[in-house]
């Protein structure tokens, strides 16, 4: 895996320091002035299977942005790429020479497609070479990296987005909806799980604590926080959790499977739950006149969903390409992102909550 290999190479790469500053942590206008209507270009850092298998093939699809650049430790990567999308060399970087892509005029978003524990220095190096940065999910090892990374975007003037595409997704949005609207009543509580059986593979990054922050709580689990919250419309307060561990041999080092319960504000209980060990992927709500779902609830493809009054009838689409398109249009219209880093740091503080009860067995404040 690529990323594994940069990684040895690299030593981890290095650690830098970056001040955090003070910071309000709402939703913000991005005070860059738009750029003309003309397709901006995208640079993929990081080359492993979801750019390979989704974000590039997505890029072929979209209207307002295009893959202009991408950023590789491994020549061969690069060079297959460059064959394939027709990328130039002078658009084509690796993990060292990257602070020079600020000379690049081709290149006006960066999406960083690394392992969890390198989200924070290249979205702020991304920053600092003046680019916008989508950052792909969780945001980021813990709350107050996501902190570090937002006020970075903030002093620069450009917009951060975190890689939620689901926001994206039709029958999400129907969620999200039925959510602000109630039409089928109060809601009474929440039920959702995302998972996979994980294979034998015991090299990968994910399963290094240093690299991934975590296991299938931070992997999936950002999932089935994200359902309970949009949901809901609302943010929970506390959270009570334990750890279910199958499979020590394989996990030594990140969790297996997570069981939390989220008390939301009208004592709403979110039951939750994430693993590398089930094949799960659902949300159910339910509300004073029934109940409402998702199921599959959070794939690329394939979404289902029901509710008292039937089956939802809603297109599959590419919720990658969606995603990047609406990010270029918020550049472009000097609009805000409808999911910005502040999103990514409430799931984190959620995380960490989770993390914080499993040590304790207790409850714990989402702080």
């Keep these: 895996m690529e990323n594994m290999k940069l990684l040895k190479r690299r030593a981890f790469i290095r650690t830098l320091s970056y001040g955090t500053g003070a910071l309000a942590l709402t939703p913000y206008l991005a005070a860059c002035a738009p750029k003309s209507t003309k397709k901006l270009g995208i640079a993929?850092?990081?080359?492993?299977?979801?750019?390979?298998?989704?974000l590039a093939p997505a890029l072929q699809e979209t209207k307002n942005c295009y893959l202009a650049g991408i950023v590789t430790g491994t020549p061969s990567k690069a060079e297959r790429w460059?064959?394939?999308?027709?990328?130039?060399?002078?658009?084509?970087?690796?993990?060292?020479n990257f602070d020079t892509i600020a000379q690049n005029d081709e290149i006006d978003i960066v999406y960083v497609v690394l392992p969890i524990s390198m989200h924070k220095e290249f979205t702020i190096r991304a920053a600092r070479a003046g680019k916008h940065v989508i950052c792909e999910k969780p945001m980021a090892l813990n709350a107050g990296e996501c902190v570090e990374m937002i006020t970075a975007c903030k002093t620069a003037n450009k917009m951060l987005s975190i890689g939620y595409r689901l926001h994206f997704e039709p029958h999400t949005q129907e969620i999200i909806r039925l959510s602000k609207e109630r039409p089928f009543g109060d809601i009474k509580a929440i039920d959702t799980g995302n998972g996979y059986r994980w294979g034998s593979n015991a090299d990968s990054w994910r399963l290094k604590k240093a690299l991934a922050g975590g296991g299938g709580l931070m992997d999936m689990g950002v999932y089935s926080i994200q359902g309970s919250r949009y949901a809901t419309g609302k943010e929970p307060l506390s959270v009570i959790a334990r750890e279910e561990k199958l499979r020590p041999e394989l996990f030594r080092e990140v969790d297996e499977t997570v069981f939390w319960e989220l008390e939301f504000p009208g004592n709403v209980i979110a039951r939750g739950r994430s693993s590398y060990n089930n094949n799960w992927s659902y949300l159910d709500v339910q509300a004073k006149k029934g109940n409402y779902g998702l199921q599959p609830a959070f794939g690329y493809g394939g979404i289902s969903g029901k509710t008292p009054e039937g089956e939802m009838n809603f297109p599959q689409v590419n919720q990658q390409?969606?995603?990047?398109?609406?990010?270029?249009?918020?550049i472009m219209g000097n609009t805000p992102t409808r999911v910005p880093g502040e999103e990514g740091l409430k799931d984190m503080k959620i995380i960490d909550a989770i993390y914080r009860s499993i040590a304790s067995g207790k409850k714990e404040k989402i702080i």
Excluded: E, H, W
């Excluded at 993929?44 to 989704?54: A, K, N």
């Excluded at 460059?82 to 060292?96: F, V």
């Excluded at 390409?321 to 249009?329: C, E, I, P, T, V």
């Design 82 to 96: 460059s064959k394939q999308y027709g990328i130039p060399q002078k658009n084509i970087y690796d993990y060292s």
């Design 321 to 330: 390409a969606r995603q990047m398109d609406d990010f270029a249009a918020c």
């Design 44 to 54: 993929l850092v990081g080359l492993g299977g979801y750019s390979t298998g989704q």
